[in-house]
């Protein structure tokens, strides 16, 4: 039973079709103001151990988030989506959260630190 965005309940899929989707978590090591953003957002980088990486992302967390409350943070994300041009950002990753009652984005993370790179499972 899958739900989009708004909450409306989206068509099953196959266990291998989920499987697809490369969710690994990483640490935020740099977080800063994205200005140029359209909507407010902050330019992350994120470590995802010696077999993927750094990357870089953006995401619309200013709701609950400041840079420097996000720097050693824990956080789940995509990294197998082709890389977007979003302004002047290379986004490689989309970073997860889900929306709280007020539409602010709160991330998604591992209740106990885990190696970076630690795939979803």
């Known amino acids: 039973m899958g739900h989009n965005i708004k909450g409306t309940r989206m068509a ?3 266990f291998d079709d989920f499987m697809k989707v490369d969710i690994r978590v990483g640490t935020i090591v740099a977080a800063e103001e994205f200005p140029e953003a359209r909507k ?3 330019k992350l980088r994120i470590d ?3 077999e993927i990486g750094e990357k870089k992302t953006s995401a ?3 709701a609950h988030y400041t ?3 996000l720097v050693g943070r ?3 994300a995509v990294v197998n989506f082709p890389p977007r041009q979003i302004g002047p950002v290379r986004s490689e990753v989309l ?3 889900v929306s709280d009652a007020e539409g602010g984005i709160v991330l998604l993370a591992p209740d106990h630190t885990v190696p970076n790179g630690a795939r979803m499972h």
Do not use: C, H, K, S
Request: charged share 15%; net charge negative.
């Open 12 to 14: 099953d899929i196959e």
């Open 40 to 42: 407010p957002a902050y």
């Open 48 to 50: 995802f151990g010696a």
């Open 60 to 62: 619309q967390i200013t």
């Open 67 to 69: 840079p420097e409350t």
């Open 74 to 76: 824990q956080v789940m």
């Open 95 to 97: 970073t997860l959260g």
